[in-house]
């Protein structure tokens, strides 16, 4: 399995939700090594809640020492 040492945090963009109502939202990902891949994804209702929950996420992004794609 491989790990990430170089991650970074995708912008917020609208995005198709493919569960529930299958609908818009908006959403990002944490990005991994040199090509910048989509690690995971996350989407979210409403922009406000897309912005505030990647502010939290980068904090854990950028104190990690590593991130492991499970699966």
Do not use: W
Not at 26 to 49: C, K, M, N, Q
């Amino acid at each position: 399995m491989m790990s990430y040492t170089n991650c970074k945090m995708g912008d917020v963009q609208l995005v198709t939700i493919h569960s529930g109502d299958d609908g818009s939202g908006y959403g990002f990902s944490i990005l991994g090594g040199v090509h910048g891949r989509p690690l995971v994804g996350f989407a979210f209702a409403t922009e406000a809640d897309a912005k505030r929950a990647r502010a939290e996420v980068a904090k854990a992004v950028e104190k990690a020492v590593e991130i492991t794609p499970q699966g």
